[in-house]
């Protein structure tokens, strides 16, 4: 499976969009893009994936750069209880998630 | 409500004392799946499961057992655990769609 590049941390205001990049220069055509993320010992949330094409649930944005050697995670309006640890992964089949370092997102007030 | 429950939430036991991690999901999830996770090391895959009776080994698979009996359960064993296996677990179930995996809310193990 590809490897995964994100920033260590990063802040981000209240109520402001938050824009979380990741790059996945590897990935092969048919490995998906998911995003996971962890509050404080909570178990990891499953947050957005995608193949290729832009996705948004009630969560987040995910876009997907053309060449799709990255991605970028929009959490449209940033609340305190977003900070957490951001996982970006690509994955072919969904029965090996590895986790990488993640992005340690602070949201601050 | 579908949910991964995972039981103890909390166990402090002595090394070499047999003791199993229950995990049960009530979402019909063909794939299953452990994890630990360590300060500095992350989340690790321990064993996963794609359906009932068909496991496989994860990255850091030494010292545990699974099984897959049934579809709802994977409970995972410790034969003789050891103070190394001291660590924050999780379960984890999703579809064989590929829709993510929902996780358990952890059990937090200590061998003295």
């Known amino acids: 499976d590809a490897k995964t590049t994100q920033p260590p941390s990063m802040d981000c205001a209240e109520g402001r969009a938050a824009n979380l990049p990741c790059n996945h220069s590897t990935i092969s055509g048919n490995e998906y893009v998911y995003w996971y993320r962890q509050i404080h010992s909570q178990g990891p949330q499953y947050i957005i994936h995608?193949?290729?094409n832009n996705e948004t649930n009630e969560m987040a944005s995910l876009i997907i750069t053309e060449d799709r050697k990255s991605s970028t995670l929009i959490l449209p309006h940033a609340t305190l209880r977003d900070t957490a640890v951001y996982y970006c992964?690509?994955?072919?089949?969904?029965?090996?998630?590895?986790f990488g370092k993640g992005n340690q997102v602070v949201v601050i007030p | 409500e579908a949910q991964v429950t995972q039981n103890p939430r909390y166990l402090i036991t002595v090394t070499g004392k047999k003791l199993t991690v229950t995990c049960s999901q009530n979402m019909n999830h063909e794939y299953m799946s452990w994890y630990r996770q360590d300060p500095g090391l992350g989340l690790r895959q321990i064993y996963y499961s794609m359906n009932v009776e068909v496991t496989d080994k994860g990255d850091v698979p030494e010292g545990y057992k699974v099984s897959r009996k049934e579809k709802r359960n994977f409970p995972l064993i410790l034969e003789s655990p050891s103070p190394n296996q001291t660590s924050l677990y999780f379960c984890a179930s999703s579809s064989r769609q590929g829709d993510g995996y929902t996780f358990g809310s952890g059990t937090r193990l200590t061998v003295v």
């Open positions: 995608g193949l290729k």
């Open positions: 992964i690509v994955i072919r089949g969904n029965n090996r998630l590895a």
